[in-house]
T-cell receptor, first 112, second 114 residues
Framework: SQELEQSPQSLIVQEGKNLTINCTSS?????LYWYKQKYGEGLIFLMM?????EEKSHEKITAKLDEKKQQSSLHITASQPSHAGIYLC????????????FGKGTSLLVTP | NAGVTQTPKFQVLKTGQSMTLQCAQD?????MSWYRQDPGMGLRLIHY???????DQGEVPNGYNVSRSTTEDFPLRLLSAAPSQTSVYFC?????????????FGSGTRLTVV
């Protein structure tokens, strides 16, 4: 079974609309990473959340970590075509310090 | 430019052929790892290394070998390519500990085995 579940799997939104992507873990979170992947390219680091209740923002993207629920949400305000891509959450579920488990990703398309 | 460099970007192999995917980083990161990304499966860990001379298996190691003779390089070898190894491969690196700045990923190698 997938240890990091992302929802939704895909999303089509109109430019200017807000959207939220969720990432839920079946194990204790020792930190949660959000990455963006443009189609056919590598992963770009967005932000990392380490503590419960922590919230970080990067331009119009905000992420929060709910440690009790073992869940993180990524919120995009006033979406733009440049936000299109695949959003991946990753976590070091084994607390190993050397590698991440990843969710399957959320594909985002922003239409004019 | 500092970062993780992967070569080649694209490769087509015939079943049974062998090849090496190269990965190099210039950030003096201790930790390096290889992932494969398949549609509907997300990224899965193949092998990882916590330092020169130290490697270990991840979630899907079968059919792959790695070695780490230097801090900078972490090549991934396909011993006898199979169509099931058609995938996009990513190399990543990080410093020891909790990388608040994230794991740094290469741009990927798209491999097709026919």
């Amino acid at each position: 079974s997938q240890e990091l579940e992302q929802s939704p799997q895909s999303l089509i939104v109109q430019e200017g609309k807000n959207l939220t992507i969720n990432c839920t873990s079946s194990k204790t979170l020792y930190g949660l990473y959000w990455y963006k992947q443009k189609y056919g390219e590598g992963l770009i680091f967005l932000m990392m959340l380490q503590k419960g209740g922590e919230e970080k923002s990067h331009e119009k993207i905000t992420a929060k970590l709910d440690e009790k629920k073992q869940q993180s949400s990524l919120h995009i305000t006033a979406s733009q075509p440049s936000h299109a891509g695949i959003y991946l959450c990753g976590a070091d579920l084994a607390n190993s310090g050397y590698a991440l488990n990843f969710g399957k990703g959320t594909s985002l398309l922003v239409t004019p | 430019n500092a970062g993780v460099t992967q070569t080649p970007k694209f490769q087509v192999l015939k079943t049974g052929q062998s090849m090496t995917l190269q990965c190099a980083q210039d950030m003096n990161h201790e930790y390096m790892s290889w992932y494969r990304q398949d549609p509907g499966m997300g990224l899965r860990l193949i092998h990882y290394s916590v330092g020169a001379g130290i490697t270990d298996q991840g979630e899907v190691p079968n059919g792959y070998n790695v070695s780490r003779s230097t801090t900078e390089d972490f090549p991934l070898r396909l011993l006898s390519a199979a169509p099931s190894q058609t995938s996009v491969y990513f190399c990543a690196s990080s410093y020891k500990g909790v990388p608040l700045g994230g794991y740094t990923f290469g741009s990927g190698t798209r491999l097709t085995v026919v």
